[in-house]
């Protein structure tokens, strides 16, 4: 089974500091792992995805995220927030060689506060 | 990448009657999924829709309530039956190209049953 954990279900932060929404996986195996932004009225956009090789994966709208196998983490980050950038923010994770669908974490809300 | 259409973007509906959703896929694709978002909540799978064979149901989701077309690669619909207000929730559709690949999603339903 799989399973995603976003523990905070809002962040907020000023505009210009940096921010990390948090998510942890549980998978039996090796994960691919995603996040997506949902916009309010709108269906959910991809954002950037680990499938293998570099830890460090880098994505639309200057996020980046860090795969930590040992810590089973997909933090998203950004070195510099922008208002625009308050959304709701889904963590996903879907087992490499199993099912096609993926697990969606219950979502984090980003304020970015001017 | 693929894009998806899908309509209505929102409807108010009177409990006892049932609203059809079409999602409308700019490539063909295997697989189709329907999505239910609740105030507050992550995105619960209702059911996967591939061309040519009957619509997979999850846990809690029925064909005579949720009732699917797969006509094409390209097309699908998703009813919703007999609502009540515990359907009003926001309903997606998306589609997956590949088991490392993100999952695109239209930009949803907002349904209220009054």
């Known amino acids: 089974a799989q399973s995603v954990a976003q523990p905070e279900d809002q962040v907020n932060v000023a505009e210009g500091n940096p921010l990390t929404v948090k998510c942890t996986y549980s998978?039996?195996?090796?994960?691919?792992l995603f996040w997506y932004v949902q916009y309010p009225n709108r269906g959910l956009q991809f954002l950037l995805k680990?499938?293998?090789?570099?830890?460090l994966v880098k994505g639309s709208y200057g996020f980046e995220a860090e795969f930590n196998k040992s810590q089973t983490s997909f933090h998203l980050k950004k070195p510099s927030a922008l208002v625009s950038d308050s959304a709701l923010y889904f963590c996903a994770v879907r087992e490499r060689g199993g099912s096609y669908i993926p697990t969606f974490g219950r979502g984090t809300s980003l304020i970015v506060h001017p | 990448s693929a894009v998806i259409s899908q309509k209505p973007s929102r409807d108010i509906c009177q409990r006892g009657t049932s609203l059809t959703i079409q999602c409308q896929v700019d490539s063909q694709v295997t697989m189709m999924f329907w999505y239910r978002q609740q105030p507050g909540q992550s995105l619960t799978l209702i059911a996967t829709a591939n061309q040519g064979s009957e619509a997979t149901y999850e846990s809690g989701f029925v064909i005579d309530k949720f009732p699917i077309s797969r006509p094409n690669l390209t097309f699908s619909t998703l009813t919703v039956s007999n609502m009540s207000p515990e359907d009003s929730s926001i309903y997606l559709c998306?589609?997956?190209?590949?088991?490392?690949?993100?999952?695109?999603f239209g930009q949803g339903t907002r349904l209220t049953v009054v």
């Open positions: 998978v039996s195996g090796n994960p691919y």
């Open positions: 680990y499938i293998t090789g570099d830890n």
């Open positions: 998306s589609v997956e190209e590949g088991s490392y690949t993100e999952a695109f």
